[in-house]
């Protein structure tokens, strides 16, 4: 598919409207519409060679799904029915949503989950994030110093969205960019 796909699961809603915030920066010509994965086939989201996945933080560093909390579908379930696909060739961006005051000792910490899924397949992860700006004990979404993919705190620095949002598509959106090119 000559676009960037872009897929979320939400639990509140927040997720879906970041999501959307993405997509409406990239714009139409470049970014397919956001489609929450309790809605889609493992199918759905293989036509992209560029993609942009967000997810919420719920339970304890898990991915969140029932089995986490959350009372629909979520990444959990999507990622049953995904299996184990090749994504050699497919470029990934994340996002995630956490409450650095409310949750501290595990900030975030659900988007490393995706990102450890998603590399193990063979996908190219790009997007790391840097810490700077956020006060937390632990984030498991933490790798050498940066967080795996941007990170959002929509409940306490919300302030910080539209900035964080476009600092991150700065970097992110030429190397997404670069796959849609390289599919044509």
Same mark, same amino acid.
């Given at each position: ?15 879906? #409207? ?10 139409? /010509? ?12 493992? /199918? ?8 942009? #996945? *967000? ?32 994504? %050699? ?19 975030? %910490? ?19 994030? %840097?810490?700077? *700006? ?45 796959? #849609?090119?390289?599919?044509?």
């Amino acid at each position: 598919m000559n676009q960037i796909g872009i897929f979320f699961g939400t639990e509140t809603g927040t997720t879906r #409207l970041v999501a959307k915030k993405l997509q409406q920066k990239l714009g139409d /010509a470049i970014a397919a519409k956001p489609i929450n994965v309790n809605r889609i086939t493992p /199918a759905q989201l293989l036509q992209y060679d560029a993609l942009i #996945l *967000g997810t919420p933080s719920y339970g304890v560093g898990q991915i969140p799904g029932r089995g986490a909390g959350c009372l629909e579908a979520n990444w959990a379930e999507f990622l049953e029915s995904f299996g184990t696909p090749d994504l %050699s060739g497919k470029r990934i961006a994340l996002f995630g949503l956490g409450a650095q005051e409310r949750y501290s000792e595990r900030f975030a %910490s659900s988007l490393v989950q995706l990102h450890k899924i998603f590399k193990s397949l063979g996908a190219e992860m790009i997007g790391d994030w %840097s810490t700077e *700006g956020y006060v937390f004990e632990h984030s498991a979404s933490v790798i050498d110093g940066r967080f795996v993919g941007l990170v959002i705190d929509q409940r306490t620095q919300s302030m910080h969205t539209e900035a964080r949002i476009d600092a991150w598509l700065a970097t992110v959106k030429p190397l997404l960019l670069e796959k #849609l090119t390289s599919a044509v």
